[in-house]
T-cell receptor, first 113, second 113 residues
Framework: DGGITQSPKYLFRKEGQNVTLSCEQN?????MYWYRQDPGQGLRLIYY???????QKGDIAEGYSVSREKKESFPLTVTSAQKNPTAFYLC????????????FGPGTRLTVL | AQSVSQHNHHVILSEAASLELGCNYS??????LFWYVQYPGQHLQLLLK??????LVKGIKGFEAEFIKSKFSFNLRKPSVQWSDTAEYFC???????????FGGGTRVLVKP
């Protein structure tokens, strides 16, 4: 069954702790993306990767880090430097290139206490 | 930089009413345009897309959208809504030959039975 998985669905952390969100895809897509969704602001791009071992900052990369060591995996770390980390985080993937239809995972809701 | 505006943040209507959601973008070059939908508790999924050709595109579940280049618009329509259309709708833009989507703020639609 092809798709994108994100785990866990809900995540709670104390302020000042780093936390890593998982994203895995078995669609054989080259490109992967991380978005943050806040009410009324739509989706904002955090980081994206078009190919293994390469990634670029999106519009709101400060306080986040990523890695892309494998084609199917694109974990996102929310660091203690992120000033407002509580949000819904969505991972997506696409074939890449000119026709950039993206497929989304179910999301992880992170709450920092 | 490109941007996408969805002017209606919340829409409430009754079943069988017609729906039109506005989407305007700012970017002077060639674009790919998308409408995504997020049903309660479900993944963000693609409703329809425009890459080129016929500016009137049809998507799933009876939705359609019209690309009007001169107005920088890509409005979403459905002639008769159902209670199951209750969801949040997002318009998104990708610069042709680009590699990342820019989303609008979303429109929450509530269809009363």
């Amino acid at each position: 069954d092809g798709g994108i998985t994100q785990s866990p669905k809900y995540l709670f952390r104390k302020e000042g702790q780093n936390v890593t969100l998982s994203c895995e895809q078995n669609l054989n897509h080259d490109a992967m993306y991380w978005y943050r969704q806040d009410p009324g602001q739509g989706l904002r791009l955090i980081y994206y990767s078009q190919i293994v071992n390469d990634f670029q900052k999106g519009d709101i990369a400060e306080g986040y880090s990523v890695s892309r060591e494998k084609k199917e995996s694109f974990p996102l770390t929310v660091t203690s430097a992120q000033k407002n980390p509580t949000a819904f985080y969505l991972c997506a993937s696409s074939i890449g290139g000119q026709y950039n239809e993206q497929f989304f995972g179910p999301g992880t809701r992170l709450t920092v206490l | 930089a490109q941007s996408v505006s969805q002017h209606n943040h919340h829409v409430i209507l009754s079943e069988a009413a017609s729906l039109e959601l506005g989407c305007n973008y700012s970017y002077g070059g060639t674009v790919n345009l998308f409408w995504y939908v997020q049903y309660p508790g479900q993944h963000l999924q693609l409703l329809l897309k425009y890459f080129s050709g016929d500016p009137l595109v049809k998507g799933i579940k009876g939705f359609e959208a019209e690309f009007i280049k001169s107005k920088f618009s890509f409005n979403l329509r459905k002639p008769s809504v159902q209670w199951s259309d209750t969801a949040e709708y997002f318009c998104a833009l990708d610069k042709a030959a680009g590699n990342k989507l820019t989303f609008g703020g979303g429109t929450r639609v509530l269809v009363k039975p």
